[in-house]
């Protein structure tokens, strides 16, 4: 039975619900919203930040309506999964992803935890950049984040190769570091 909620953002952007592609946004903001809230689950989310951020050259005014207008058609595209996005205010959103299945949410605690099979499974979550071909300024912060965070965790699987006197997965681990960037 398929998961829920699935959603990738290492290459390429990908949402499905019960195993099923996200119906299409009226506009590539839907997805933009749908990875903001993503990257800030379980956290509250101001509308106003996101209106700014994902319409920095339109007035708050124009931001805010095309802010509800995305809301209202991610809602519709969501379905049977609507229900993950809340207002626990009237000024804020959150997008709560328990049951869901995330691949930037467990590469971030695998990374979090740090041991070696947690870095592992983080090196195999990271299957290329963070919503690559996406050059707004809050995706190219948190696309550098993730970069750097996989290929520390490929310089400390190496090191740690090394140190079990295991040179070739010392080596596999860094020539997968040399092909991360």
């Not at 959150?94 to 995330?102: P, Y």
């Not at 290329?128 to 984040?145: F, K, M, Q, S, T």
Request: aromatic share 6%; with cysteine.
């Amino acid at each position: 039975h398929a998961t829920p909620l699935l959603l990738r953002c290492f290459v390429p952007f990908d949402v499905r619900i019960n195993g099923q592609p996200l119906p299409p946004l009226r506009s590539r903001k839907g997805q933009h919203l749908l990875a903001l809230l993503t990257l800030r689950h379980a956290r509250e989310v101001l509308r106003e930040w996101l209106a700014g951020t994902l319409w920095p050259e339109s007035s708050p005014e124009l931001a805010a309506s095309n802010l509800r207008r995305s809301l209202t058609d991610l809602r519709a595209a969501l379905g049977s999964q609507a229900y993950r996005l809340h207002a626990p205010t009237f000024t804020t959103l959150t997008f709560d992803l328990s049951g869901a299945v995330v691949d930037v949410i467990l590469f971030d605690q695998a990374i979090a935890t740090g041991n070696p099979a947690a870095l592992e499974q983080a090196v195999c979550l990271y299957r290329g950049p963070l919503l690559e071909g996406w050059l707004e300024e809050w995706v190219l912060l948190e696309r550098d984040a993730r970069e750097q965070s996989c290929l520390k965790a490929l310089a400390r699987l190496a090191e740690q190769a090394m140190q079990q006197h295991d040179p070739p997965t010392a080596v596999r681990w860094r020539r997968q570091a040399a092909g991360c960037c």
